[in-house]
Each structure stands twice: as C-alpha cells, then as structure tokens.
C-alpha cells in the first residue's frame, strides 16, 4: 500500500483534531454554568452512536487513525451526553428534555 500524500495527512490530521476539539466549548459552558437545559439529548444520543459506529468501521477496517480520532470524539461526545444527564434539568426542576 502506498503511502498517503503529505497533504492528505495534513488535511485528515486538522480534520481529526478540529471535530475533536469542537466539542470542548461544550463542556466547558456546561461545566462552568452547571446547566445542560439547552443540549439537544436526542442530538447528543444520535452523535454518540455515530462515533461508536465510526470507530467500530475503523477498527474492522484496521484503520487506525479514523478509530484513534473517533474514539476521542466518541469520548468527547459522551462526556457531553453525561454532562447532559447530570445538569440537563431546567433551574425550574422542569423534566429533561430532548
């Protein structure tokens, strides 16, 4: 197998770091206000399942870096889905909603 294109790996790398990262503001804002009232669950449920799929694909494949890069987004996904869980409930006591 041919090695892969300098910017190929490049591009794969940013991509793999940007979607990772993005979820950090996430967490960050629930950690800091202690409220996840306005994280869509269902969204968050749905993310989660993409990545473990996307993980599962890389790993059957043996692609590496695809299962390295959605396993750190899968944990970054669920740690918002648990944050979620955890202050998802509206400072009313309303229910948590999706």
Known sequence: ????????????????????ASFAPQIVKILREKDASSVSLRTYVVTVTGFACWLGYGLMIKAWPVAASNLACLAMSAAVLALKWRYGRQRSGDDVKG
Do not use: R
Request: proline residues 5%.
């Open 1 to 20: 197998m041919a090695a892969a294109h300098p910017v190929a790996v490049f591009v794969g790398t940013a991509a793999a770091l940007l979607s990772i």
